[in-house]
């Protein structure tokens, strides 16, 4: 793997005609890989996920928003999720981490074994209800599922473009994706014009993987003789922000009937970053009281 950053890239083109999102995610796939020992199937989805969600993290504006991508499908593949906030902060999990397929070529192509399913996006900015848009799966390879909910859920013409390369050790060689937005001002002949760059454009994680850089990526395919500019960088990293007192508190909502089961203490485990937290049979007494004591008081 060649130097990495995570890195996502917010950008205009055409002064503001389209927006424009590019993220060089490789790190923090092979961090979720490493995290979950992932099989390669689904890496290649985390991978396309993680791309995917990492780019809709650029149009979070509240302090403290966040945006995750859940796929529920029928097939052995199941799907995953991953969420991403403001900071560019990322953590997910695959719901059929370590599936292998006989035919070598099988373990390459997600959306066969997802089949059927859905693709929900929800939002959650500061203390608003979340959002939740969601839509059937058009083919379960993500980028073309993910421009089918701009256009269904958000009225948004949007071209994704997502990719990511594996060894056969299953080492992350290269993964990111580019996501651009037609605004209503937009001149339909530079529409035209981007659609048409994008069908020539190489697997872009074979381009990453030959050595090129986002921007390079941008200006000599998909963005070729179009004016355009980066606005803001952001760094990505794959970061869980789970905590003792998290658990602690999920525990409490349970309930006291629920935490009578545990006497014996438990070992929850974190789903996405697999840190295990221990509470202890005294722990348990210690959140059963503090149950009553608060359902006291109401
Ligand atoms: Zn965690």
Redesign the pocket.
Known sequence: MKDHKGRLLRGSIAGDQFRLFAADTTSIVQEARDIHDIYPLSTILMGRMISAVALMSGELKAPRAQVSIRVDAEGPLKGGIVIANKEGNL?GYAFQPQLWLPDIQDNLLVGKHLGKGTLSVIRQSGMKAPYTGRVELVDGEIGSDLAAFYERSEQTASAVNLGVLIDQDARVRAAGGFLIQQLPQADPELARIITDNLALTPNISDLMDMGLSLEEILNRFILKNLEWKINKETSLSYL????RERFARGLLLLGKAELETMREGIDPV??????TYHFSEEDIQDLITSWEDHNEKI
């Open positions: 953590k869980c922000d789970c905590s974190c789903h996405y970053c697999n840190n």
